[in-house]
């Protein structure tokens, strides 16, 4: 079993950045794929980046591309997501979700590809 904190967001202004945390209890976080996801009320969750256990490998959806960097903290069974240029379109609850695999270096897509899950950090971009 891995539970998931997600913390660092808030409200800042467009153009600003942050740094969204989740971290994870449970022993086996270190063999878990993890992927951020955010939704906004009334649409799908969004997938906007993704990372494979050993940290190598990462996506990003490309409508974010350059703006979001994903890594993550083995040691402190922490991944990160750091955003910048922020805009009001990235208003959204951010969650993150992990899985287990055997797969060192593959990442994973889709939010039914993941078995636990983040409570959500609001982060919200003032105009």
């Known amino acids: 079993q891995v539970e998931l904190v997600e913390s660092g967001g808030g409200l800042v202004q467009a153009g600003g950045s942050l740094t969204l945390s989740c971290e994870a209890s449970?022993?086996?976080?270190?063999?878990?794929?993890v992927g951020w996801f955010r939704q906004v009320p009334g649409k799908d969750r969004e997938r906007v980046a993704a990372i494979s256990r050993s940290g190598e490998s990462t996506v990003y959806v490309d409508s974010l591309k350059g703006r979001l960097t994903i890594s993550r903290d083995n040691a402190k069974n922490t991944v990160y997501l750091r955003m910048n240029s922020l805009e009001p379109e990235d208003t959204a609850t951010y969650y993150c979700?992990?899985?287990?695999?055997?797969?060192?270096?593959?990442?994973?897509?889709?939010?039914?590809?993941?078995?636990?899950w983040g409570q959500g950090t609001q982060v919200t971009v003032s105009s």
């Open positions: 449970g022993p086996t976080f270190s063999r878990c794929a």
């Open positions: 979700a992990a899985r287990e695999t055997l797969l060192t270096n593959r990442y994973f897509g889709s939010f039914t590809d993941y078995r636990f």
